[in-house]
């Protein structure tokens, strides 16, 4: 059981211990003797309820739930109303989880890598043309090349679309691609590199730092689905190279410029030489 669980118990069980103590109370102060003992024992159990609270308010949702109940218990109410306490501070925790409190949007780190049987040269063409995503991979609606440092996006989440502008603001040709992204839904910022593993093999690795913003993009971040899409999509690209890019090699005309600070500082494209996929 990790801490927060463990918390989380010990307040629920220290909400029940806490009405079983008031009722003893009322019950031995009927009884002269019984008063002193009552006291001292109140006075323990409200330096541990302290203990506990102080706990209990770092903790997630569920636990100042159970945070809420014990001080409804403690101010007098039933435990009817403590309930009612406990259902409505676990609401209103979760829900300021999802759609934020005001605070920082939390980013969620996603590196993903994949093995292609094909040359360095042929992969990183393929993956410049940018164009060519909506026809392999699944969630991608539509790219705009708008100019060669700046791309437009429209992409599927759940049962709506999101657009989203991306600038490169650097790309080094056969070696990385790194962008930064805006959106009103929430963007992505991201490097793309292509590593050489042997003549016929490249590595493709993905590091992406995604800020959710929208609701479906918070709902989906809580399991983590744009990490599975990215690995999705990584997937589909591989597919799309192994099976048509090294077929047809001579089709795939990459963009050979480079890009430094956001501008293009080498738009040479010379003729590209033939790829050798023996």
Known sequence: MNLRAGVATGVAI??????AARLAGT???RFRPGRRLVANYEARLDRAARRLVAKAERGGPLTKAALAGVRAL???KSPFRALLSFGWTA???????IFGSGKKVK???????TDIGAPRRLVYDQWTLFQDFPSFMKKVVSVNQVSDEKVDWK???????????????EQVPDRHIVWRSTGAKGHVDGTVSFHELAPNMTRVLVVLEYYPRGLFERIGNLWRAQGRRARLELKHFRRHV??????????VRGWRGEIRDSEVVSSH??????????
Not at 107 to 113: A, G, K, R, S, Y
Request: aromatic letters at 6%; charged letters at 20%; glycine letters at 8%.
């Open 269 to 278: 494209e010379p003729e590209r030489e033939a790829v050798t996929t023996a």
């Open 14 to 19: 220290g909400a029940g211990g806490y009405l």
């Open 242 to 251: 192994m099976t048509h890019s090294l077929l047809h090699p001579d089709e």
């Open 91 to 97: 609401l209103k925790e979760t829900l300021a989880g």
């Open 107 to 113: 980013v969620t780190n996603i590196v993903e890598q």
């Open 27 to 29: 019950a031995l102060r």
């Open 74 to 76: 403690a101010q007098g």
């Open 155 to 169: 992409a599927k989440i759940f049962w709506s679309t999101r657009t989203w502008e991306s600038t490169i603001v």
